[in-house]
């Protein structure tokens, strides 16, 4: 939905889906020659053989050719379908030109979301195997996904449940006790860093009682001093990095999220997109590069 020029909300698509020839596609976002080599474009192409279109692309129709549309959302999806030969697909009907990926809008899943779906998939009888085939990932990667919360304490995964950690970090945290757990997920929330690296510095800080009994015989090897020294050298080589960028940082990172915010709304103009595509491609492929990029560093 969106924002009408009369303060309400307006549907930002038809209500209906509408079947379009796979020809009469109009891509407007120029592909780079190796993207078939990418993990996500097989990802995708092991999805639709296995399980069909999820996702409907999103188009409009183009002014100048009712019977063509222009393809604003979807392009490796499409690519994919003209890979297996599939000759018509099931579109969404925008009702603007906006030309900017829909896909800026979607919140990614979490760890433990998909966790949950692997695991409720798997508890209605469907294999590893064939959830594998249909995601594009290995059997292991999912018999990994579906025991991602063993041994994790509930009130870490209510804190973690929507932030982006990797299946590392909660492999990382199943190391340690329930209550050091919470102060682990506690600790990342604050600093805002979700990364397996941080939790492992975190673990390597808890004390042996505080660590799960496997672990724990690990810990006794090796003294308290050796861990507080390896922090030392990861903090002040963390410390030295920070100092050689401190100075510059601050207005590179201001140019750069002013240039970017620039190109997005450039790039949600289909008219320039459509010129760019035809007169300037490899410029419209920097500038896609640049305004997809999720999030800038702060």
Not at 73 to 91: F, K, M, N, P, Q
Request: with cysteine; proline share 5%.
């Amino acid at each position: 939905m969106k924002d009408g020029p009369d303060g309400r909300v307006h549907l930002a698509f038809e209500r209906n889906l509408i079947t379009v020839a796979v020809e009469n596609l109009i891509p407007l976002k120029t592909m780079r020659n190796n993207f078939k080599a990418s993990k996500k474009y097989q990802q995708i192409l092991s999805s639709i053989r296995a399980m069909g279109i999820v996702e409907a692309p999103a188009v409009i129709s183009d002014p100048k050719n009712p019977d063509k549309f222009l393809l604003l959302d979807g392009h490796l999806r499409i690519e994919a379908l003209r890979e297996i030969g599939t000759s018509y697909v099931r579109c969404l009907v925008a009702t603007d030109d906006e030309a900017y990926t829909y896909n800026k809008r979607i919140n990614r899943l979490s760890a433990t979301q998909e966790h949950a779906m692997v695991a409720r998939a798997m508890a209605r009888g469907v294999s590893a195997d064939r959830i594998a085939q249909a995601l594009g990932l290995e059997p292991s990667s999912i018999m990994r996904r579906s025991r991602l919360l063993n041994g994790m304490c509930p009130e870490a995964v209510e804190l973690l449940k929507d932030k982006p950690c990797s299946m590392k970090v909660f492999e990382v945290l199943r190391l340690m006790q329930p209550l050091r757990q919470i102060a682990a997920a506690e600790i990342m929330i604050g600093q805002a860093n979700f990364t397996a690296v941080f939790a492992r510095t975190i673990l390597l800080a808890t004390p042996p009682d505080q660590l799960v009994p496997q672990r724990q015989k690990s810990q006794t090897k090796n003294s308290a001093l050796e861990h507080m020294a390896r922090l030392e050298r990861e903090l002040v080589n963390l410390q030295s990095q920070v100092k050689a960028v401190e100075d510059s940082y601050g207005i590179d990172n201001l140019h750069l999220t002013l240039a970017q915010a620039y190109l997005k709304k450039l790039l949600s103009n289909a008219r320039i997109v459509r010129w760019l595509s035809q007169h300037r491609p490899e410029y419209l492929e920097q500038f896609q590069t640049i305004a997809e990029v999720s999030a800038l560093p702060t």
